[in-house]
């Protein structure tokens, strides 16, 4: 079974925290790492854009990444947030296993 790191960007750090707290209670990822007081310049509705956002990333399973998607797209504050998903090629077997037993697998 693959595991997966999940990118997802979130208004404050707040947010984030709220974010991680919801997805690891729900056993939906292992982990949610947390950094604060990243900048984010983007395009959206026709001009550029500078704010300052925290970043997650959460690790789980492969057979979970649908679920996370959309569990951040009910709880997040943005019309279109960003969560993308990245296999895990390799890593500390013992790590991995934890994160497939911590989220059910």
Do not use: F
Not at 7 to 13: D, F, G, L
Not at 43 to 68: F, H, P, Q, Y
Not at 75 to 103: D, F, K, M, Q
């Amino acid at each position: 079974m693959t595991t997966h790191m999940i990118y997802i960007t979130a208004s404050s750090r707040e947010e984030a925290v709220s974010l991680a707290r919801a997805l690891v209670g729900e056993r939906l990822v292992a982990c949610a790492n947390i950094l604060d007081g990243a900048t984010s310049v983007y395009w959206w509705d026709g001009r550029v854009c500078e704010e300052s956002e925290a970043v997650l990333i959460c690790k789980t399973r492969a057979d979970m990444v649908d679920s996370v998607i959309r569990k951040v797209r009910e709880l997040h504050s943005y019309a279109c947030p960003c969560v993308v998903a990245l296999p895990i090629e390799a890593g500390n077997p013992a790590y991995l296993n934890w994160i497939r037993t911590e989220t059910g697998g």
